[in-house]
């Protein structure tokens, strides 16, 4: 029990999946991951759930493409969200939340990353192994695409997660991953760029490799 | 003003960036435009792309080595209790696909989210929600918005409900029937799936992340669910 009561079973990693995902009546004692306070509920442990429940898609789309490892990935926004559970207090509003879980999944991530110290990676077996999740729009084209991103370093491939599916902005990226808006916006120019190329577009009227306007070089990674 | 390689630098960066020195490039570039263009599909592309479906588990059937290894029976049956848990949220729940076509059909028409007080006319909603068999009582507030959209291959009400906070999409999804009310938050939208009494299809509420909260989305859908009067 945590210091302010509350309960938390907590079973091994590989069955904790949805543990926040049911809505607060589906939960069975010792089941799955399992919250109860004191009075036996309450409308903010409700509310966290039906967060979790919401944004969890997109969460779990942030640590795939992080990690290109949709277990792995699964496993980090467990326990991000039982890291947020516990510092809940310092979530000042539902608005702010998207990013504060953002910023707790990176974090959970360079935490495994150091647990597990990952060796060197064949990116052709990441992407067999992924093969499903790639392909799961039967989609030629999509799946060409998704390999091209996993095949992004991953200096490049995250600022570009962050602004087209998160929507962050250049000045929101450069917070998150403490770089200068210049170097976020080499890292994204770069980034397309690469895309491109690897998807075999037309990329002849491409500017040469450099930084766009205003913005002062980033090393190549 | 800029040159042609200063603007496709910055496109590249931000194929959705916008300043009068970009505007003035592009009216006066006889290559630019087309290049945004392809850009812009492409960029079509990387957004679906990155969209990969978290409700798919495929790796469900791969278990890593590290899992198969534990104890046969406790991991089978629990196991079996995870399975019978994620079925009976998979039943319980509409499917995330649903909120993600809902988003995705947000792209096609950033017009709607305009801030108006000008109601649409009468006679322009009526036929819009007839398509769907139903009216609005006028509690659900002002229409400002009202076309008749194809949605998952039938043609759907699309709304905007203007609110003190800012215009609200109401999409009533007559052939999209859910067990439960649920939250969603993706690609820049928040929202809510509600179901619609008497298995009349669900209605989908949802505003721009940066311009409301859930709280107020929650209560637009209770507002217009309970305006809906079906006619057939």
């Known amino acids: 029990m945590t210091p302010d009561g509350i309960w938390i079973h907590v079973l091994p990693r590989g069955l904790r999946r949805d543990a926040l995902l049911s809505s607060p009546g589906n939960h069975e004692p010792d089941v799955d991951l399992y919250m109860k306070d004191d009075v036996g509920g309450n409308v903010g442990r409700a509310r966290f759930q039906a967060l979790c429940q919401a944004l969890r898609p997109d969460l779990l789309r942030f640590a795939f493409w992080l990690s290109r490892d949709f277990a792995l990935a699964e496993d980090v926004v467990q326990e991000t969200m039982l890291r947020a559970w516990k510092a809940r207090d310092s979530l000042q509003s539902e608005s702010a939340a998207k990013p504060w879980f953002l910023t707790i999944i990176r974090r959970e991530y360079a935490r495994t990353f150091e647990r597990k110290r990952f060796v060197t990676v064949d990116v052709d077996e990441l992407i067999a192994r992924e093969e499903p999740m790639l392909a799961a729009a039967h989609d030629q084209d999509l799946a060409e695409l998704r390999a091209a991103l996993f095949k992004l370093p991953e200096e490049y491939r995250e600022p570009l997660v962050l602004q087209v599916l998160m929507g962050y902005s250049t000045a929101e990226i450069a917070a998150e991953l403490g770089l200068s808006t210049g170097a976020v916006l080499t890292r994204l120019f770069r980034a397309r760029k690469q895309l491109r190329v690897l998807c075999g577009e037309d990329a002849s009227m491409d500017p040469a490799d450099g930084a766009p306007e205003d913005a002062p070089e980033d090393p190549e990674p | ?232």
């Open chain 2, 1 to 232: 003003m800029i040159d042609c390689t200063q603007y496709r630098r910055i496109v590249l960066a931000d194929p959705h960036a916008a300043s009068p020195e970009l505007a003035e490039h592009l009216a006066h570039c006889g290559e630019c435009p087309a290049y945004r263009e392809r850009l812009l599909r492409f960029e079509g592309r990387i957004t679906r792309a990155l969209r990969v479906d978290a409700d798919v588990t495929p790796l469900r059937a791969q278990v890593p080595p590290l899992r198969r290894r534990r104890n046969g029976w406790l991991a089978m049956a629990a196991s079996l209790v995870v399975a019978l848990l994620v079925g009976t949220l998979w039943l319980g729940a509409p499917h995330t696909s649903l909120a993600a076509d809902v988003v995705a059909h947000m792209a096609g028409e950033p017009l709607a989210w305009a801030r108006t007080d000008v109601p649409v006319p009468a006679a322009d909603l009526a036929p819009v929600l007839a398509e769907a068999h139903m009216r609005l009582r006028p509690d659900a507030g002002m229409v400002s918005y009202a076309q008749s959209c194809l949605f998952r291959g039938h043609h759907v009400p699309h709304l905007v409900v203007q609110t003190d906070m800012g215009p609200v999409t109401v999409m009533v999804l007559v052939h999209e029937n859910v067990a439960a009310a649920r939250m969603f938050d993706e690609g820049g939208y928040r929202g809510t799936i509600v179901p619609l009494p008497d298995r009349h299809g669900s209605i989908a509420v949802l505003v721009k992340g940066d311009e409301g909260d859930l709280a107020q989305v929650e209560s637009v859908a209770a507002r217009v669910k309970a305006a809906i009067v079906w006619t057939g």
